[in-house]
């Protein structure tokens, strides 16, 4: 995109650069709670209350204006440069996939790009064809709002995470499942609003395996890069690991007030899932609700955002942390009635590192394609980049007029998009091209090389 307007640059402490957003993108009417990208950068897919996803091309020229600023990151007092503003648009809407009957909470492209999962307030998923605006498949089984959706790293398979305590996992394959008809409103750029048309699309009630144990919301849900574990972060101030495998968990019929919701009455039973309430291990640690959860581009470690301002990381790997037996009320809840009330599970109270600068509930958070960085997004209407070694403010993003909901880096790690509850996606350029660091301390070498690499400028003398 490289089309990034930055307003100042400063090193005081930590801070390497504000910027301000290259890239308004408006339409919404409503707060946007979350952006996923494609997997080659060129779409964007945004979700909002206002019960549309909106498809972005991010793609289309190289025609932001670009503020030529460049300012020495040494001095403590900012330097002044000219502030254009940023390019507000809505020519880059390619489509509106629908103005279905529920909210949308969370939005996942899959691997390949061609479909997109969606999860909203109606204790539902949608999975939809990309190109044809077509709902390919409706996930039933949740009993509380979906605030998370996530598409295993091969495309097989999707996660949700929901307000009723439980994670979900689903087969993402369109086949010969039960069908019933469902009526969907079609709203596109190209064609007139309002168009109706009955579809027949596949009804899943039945997920692959349900994950329980957390006591309060689940509000986020990340599969490891190599698709054999999930991470999920709850209100209940814990994050929990678990083994995405199918078939080597406990299996017992599963309950009609958890999965049974898309039945209809009189129908069979439905067949036996998988049920999985030992978690591989327990993170604990935030002092208030944990609201997303991510693992690291190699798998190592997990990034957690919370409404006690901070950031953590984690480490991801199970080995010999301490372990003991862990109270019934903390991983117990979705044991078999008659069965254990207890269950060893690894507990991680000591994260790697605690990042913290944000002043107001940090709601999102996403690791950059290589692992050197994080994003973050607060309530305090700021996104940060943080270097993942070093634990610094790299760059403050300042642009939003309200909460931030929702950060993600690009696949290439050159840009992010955040939203949020001022209606707008922004899209911002990293200003590696910008920045002199020359006398910056505190960078690792690490970060250093990576600046540099972007066109960042040290002096040597």
């Not at 996930?139 to 979906?146: A, E, I, L, N």
């Not at 398979?157 to 689903?170: E, F, G, P, R, Y």
């Not at 607060?378 to 642009?399: H, I």
């Amino acid at each position: 995109m490289k089309n990034a307007n930055l307003a100042s640059v400063r090193f005081a402490g930590h801070t390497l650069a504000v910027a301000s957003a290259g890239i308004i993108l408006r339409g919404h009417a409503s707060a946007v709670l979350d952006v996923s990208f494609s997997p080659d950068g060129g779409r964007l897919a945004s979700a909002s209350w206002d019960r549309k996803v909106r498809l972005w091309d991010i793609a289309v020229g190289n025609n932001s204006p670009v503020a030529p600023l460049a300012a020495s990151a040494t001095g403590l007092q900012l330097q002044q440069g000219s502030e254009p503003q940023a390019q507000t648009i809505d020519s880059r809407l390619l489509n509106v996939l629908q103005e279905h009957a529920f909210s949308g909470w969370s939005v996942s492209f899959s691997p390949n790009g061609s479909k997109i999962a969606l999860a909203g307030n109606n204790c539902t998923l949608l999975l939809w064809d990309v190109n044809s605006g077509q709902v390919l498949k409706v996930f039933k089984g949740h009993t509380g709002v979906v605030q998370s959706v996530s598409f295993s790293p091969h495309g097989d398979k999707i996660a949700s995470a929901s307000s009723d305590h439980t994670v979900c996992l689903w087969d993402a394959a369109v086949g010969n499942d039960s069908k019933e008809s469902l009526e969907v409103s079609t709203t596109a750029s190209t064609i007139q609003q309002g168009t109706t048309a009955e579809v027949q699309v596949i009804i899943d009630s039945k997920p692959l395996k349900v994950f329980k144990g957390h006591t309060h919301k689940v509000t986020s849900v990340s599969f490891s890069p190599d698709g054999s574990r999930l991470a999920s972060a709850s209100q209940d101030k814990t994050l929990r690991l678990w083994d995405a495998a199918v078939g080597n968990a406990p299996v017992g019929p599963l309950a009609a007030s958890a999965a049974a919701s898309g039945t209809q009455q009189g129908a069979e039973p439905l067949p036996q899932t998988i049920i999985d309430s030992k978690p591989l291990k327990l993170f604990k640690g935030h002092a208030s609700y944990v609201n997303s959860v991510s693992f690291s581009p190699d798998g190592s470690m997990l990034a957690s955002a919370s409404s006690d301002k901070t950031l953590r990381l984690w480490d991801a790997t199970v080995g010999n942390d301490c372990v003991g037996p862990l109270a019934a009320s903390a991983v117990g809840s979705g044991l078999q009635q008659g069965s254990e009330s207890q269950a060893q599970v690894i507990v991680d109270s000591t994260p790697l590192k605690v990042f913290k600068g944000h002043t107001k509930r940090v709601n999102s958070i996403s690791f950059s394609p290589d692992g050197s960085m994080l994003a973050s997004a607060s309530s305090d209407k700021t996104v940060r980049v943080w270097g993942v070694a070093s634990g610094l403010v790299l760059a403050l993003l300042q642009g939003h007029t309200s909460w931030v909901k929702c950060v993600s880096f690009s696949p290439d790690g050159d840009s992010l998009a955040s939203a949020g509850n001022d209606k707008t996606v922004q899209l911002w350029d990293l200003p590696y091209l910008q920045w002199n660091i020359t006398g910056a301390k505190g960078l690792s070498q690490e970060l250093i090389q990576k600046f540099g690499s972007g066109g960042a400028v040290e002096n040597h003398r």
